[in-house]
C-alpha cells in the first residue's frame, strides 16, 4: 500500500474557452475553432480546439498568423460572463473535494487532498471522480494530476492532455521528471531555460544531476531553487483563495507582464470590480492590498490602512497603485490582484480630508450611477479609458 504524506491535485480545464463554445454549438464540433481578437487589430488566440492545434495554431498567438495557418478556421469572440459562471461551477465541484482550494484561473486550480484517503477513497480515484463529475455539471472535460508535490502534480496535469489523468506515487517523483524537458519545470521561465540549455542541460534530470553550488554560481538563490525543484522538493503548499476571506479580484496573465501601463490598467479594472462588489453588498473595507506573483512563481501580497474605509473605485485604485510602485521589483509578473480586507457596513465611510469638497460624496454617485447602468444593460457598458487602452484586453487572455 502505497503511504502518501501530502497529497496535491492539479486540475485544469482542455481548452476552456473553445470547449464552451463548442458545447454551447455542437455544430462547430470537430472543427477548428477559436477564441480571440480579430486578426485586423492585435488580437491572439485565447483558446484554440484541439483540431485547431493540428494546425499548429496554440493560445497567445496572434490570430493573424492562425488565420494563415488554417484558412477555414473558426473565430469566436468569447463571453467572459459566460466563462465566469462555468468556472463558478467547476470551483463549487472542487469544494466538494476539498476545503483547501488555490484557483490559478477560471479554468484551473490546486486541490490539497492530504489526509481524504479515509472519506474519498485513494487519490487515483478520486482524480477520475473529480472529473467525471465536471463532465456531468458542465459537459466539459478536464485534466487532472495527482502527485505528492504541489508544482509535480501541475506537471503531471498537462502531460496527457487532452482527457488526461496522470498519478504520480510517492516515490515515484524523481524517475517522472527525470525524462522531461526542461520547458517542463514550472518555475524556469525561457531565459533561464536558455542559459540553462547553453551550459548543456536537456532535461530535468540533467539539471538534478548538476551540482548546486553551480547553480548558485551561475544563477545566486534561484538557482538553488530550480535545483530543489528538480530533484522534486518542492514545500509549497495550496494557498486558499484568499477571495473567500476580502474582497478581491486577481488575474493571471496569458504572458509575464512586466509594463507598468499595463499592470495599472488592470488594477484599475481590478478596482472597479472590487469597488463594485463593495457596494452591490452595501459595505466598505480599510485595508487595501495587492497581490503578485512573479514568473519564478515567488508571490507577495502587500498593504495599506486606509485613513477610513473605503467603497470608492478610485481610492482603492490610488492605494493599490501606491502598493505596486512601491513594491514592484520590475521583474515580469504572472498574477496581479486587488484586495479590500477590514469589512464594515457601507456609511462607515470617512470622508477624506485630503479630497476636493465633495469630491467623495461626486465620486460615490458616480459610481452608484454605473452600477445602476451596469444592472440594466449589463457589465462593462462603462469602462474607464485607461481600461479600455489596456492592450491586451480581452483577447490576451489564455485558458489553457
Ligand atoms: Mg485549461
Known amino acids: 500500500m502505497t503511504t502518501w504524506t501530502r497529497v496535491f491535485a492539479h486540475v485544469d480545464m482542455d481548452a476552456f474557452y473553445a470547449s464552451v463554445e463548442i458545447r454551447d454549438d455542437p455544430s462547430l464540433a470537430g472543427k477548428p475553432v477559436v477564441v480571440g481578437g480579430p486578426s485586423d487589430g492585435r488580437g491572439v488566440v485565447s483558446a484554440a480546439s484541439y483540431e485547431a492545434r493540428t494546425y499548429g495554431i496554440h493560445s497567445a498567438m496572434p490570430m493573424a498568423r492562425a488565420e494563415r495557418l488554417c484558412p477555414h478556421l473558426i473565430r469566436l469572440p468569447g463571453s467572459f460572463s459566460k466563462y465566469t459562471d462555468v468556472s463558478k461551477q467547476i470551483m463549487s465541484i472542487f469544494e466538494q473535494f476539498s476545503p483547501r482550494i488555490e484557483p490559478l484561473s477560471l479554468d484551473e486550480a490546486f486541490l490539497d487532498l492530504t489526509g481524504t484517503a479515509h472519506s474519498?477513497?485513494?487519490?487515483?480515484?478520486?482524480?477520475?471522480?473529480?472529473k467525471s463529475a465536471i463532465c456531468e455539471r458542465t459537459q466539459l472535460i478536464a485534466s487532472v494530476g495527482i502527485a505528492p508535490v504541489k508544482f509535480v502534480a501541475k506537471i503531471a496535469s498537462d502531460l496527457e492532455k487532452p482527457d488526461g489523468l496522470v498519478v504520480v506515487l510517492?516515490?515515484?517523483?524523481?524517475?517522472?521528471?527525470?525524462?522531461?524537458?526542461?520547458?517542463r519545470l514550472w518555475g524556469a521561465g525561457p531565459r533561464t531555460r536558455e542559459a540553462l540549455e547553453a551550459m548543456g542541460l536537456q532535461t530535468i534530470g540533467d539539471?538534478?544531476?548538476?551540482?548546486?553550488?553551480t547553480l548558485v554560481a551561475r544563477f545566486g538563490k534561484h538557482g538553488e531553487q530550480l535545483h530543489r525543484l528538480a530533484c522534486g522538493e518542492d514545500e509549497r503548499e495550496v494557498v486558499p483563495d484568499w477571495e473567500a476571506k476580502s474582497y478581491s479580484h486577481e488575474e493571471t496573465f496569458a504572458h509575464d507582464?512586466?509594463?507598468?501601463?499595463?499592470?495599472?490598467?488592470?488594477?484599475?479594472?481590478?478596482?472597479?470590480?472590487?469597488a463594485r462588489r463593495l457596494r452591490h453588498d452595501s459595505?466598505?473595507?480599510r485595508i487595501v492590498q495587492i497581490k503578485l506573483r512573479y514568473a519564478d512563481f515567488r508571490t507577495l501580497t502587500?498593504?495599506?490602512?486606509?485613513?477610513?474605509?473605503?467603497a470608492d473605485q478610485r481610492t482603492i485604485y490610488e492605494a493599490a497603485r501606491g502598493l505596486l510602485l512601491l513594491h514592484w521589483s520590475r521583474a515580469p509578473v504572472r498574477l496581479i490582484g486587488v484586495g479590500v480586507q477590514a469589512i464594515l457596513p457601507a456609511g462607515s465611510e470617512v470622508p477624506d480630508l485630503f479630497a476636493p469638497p465633495q469630491s467623495e460624496s461626486r465620486r460615490r454617485r458616480?459610481?452608484?450611477?454605473?452600477?445602476?447602468?451596469?444592472?440594466?444593460f449589463g457589465r462593462g457598458k462603462v469602462i474607464p479609458a485607461k481600461v479600455l487602452r489596456r492592450k491586451d484586453r480581452p483577447s490576451n487572455r489564455s485558458s489553457d
Open 120 to 130: 474519498l477513497g485513494p487519490p487515483g480515484e478520486v482524480g477520475a471522480r473529480i
Open 170 to 183: 510517492p516515490g515515484e517523483v524523481t524517475a517522472f521528471l527525470d525524462p522531461l524537458p526542461l520547458k
Open 207 to 213: 539539471l538534478a544531476r548538476t551540482d548546486r553550488r
Open 257 to 274: 507582464c512586466d509594463d507598468p501601463e499595463t499592470l495599472e490598467a488592470v488594477l484599475l479594472d481590478q478596482a472597479q470590480r472590487v
Open 283 to 285: 459595505v466598505c473595507g
Open 302 to 310: 502587500r498593504r495599506v490602512t486606509l485613513s477610513g474605509p473605503t
Open 366 to 376: 458616480l459610481a452608484e450611477t454605473i452600477d445602476r447602468i451596469e444592472e440594466r
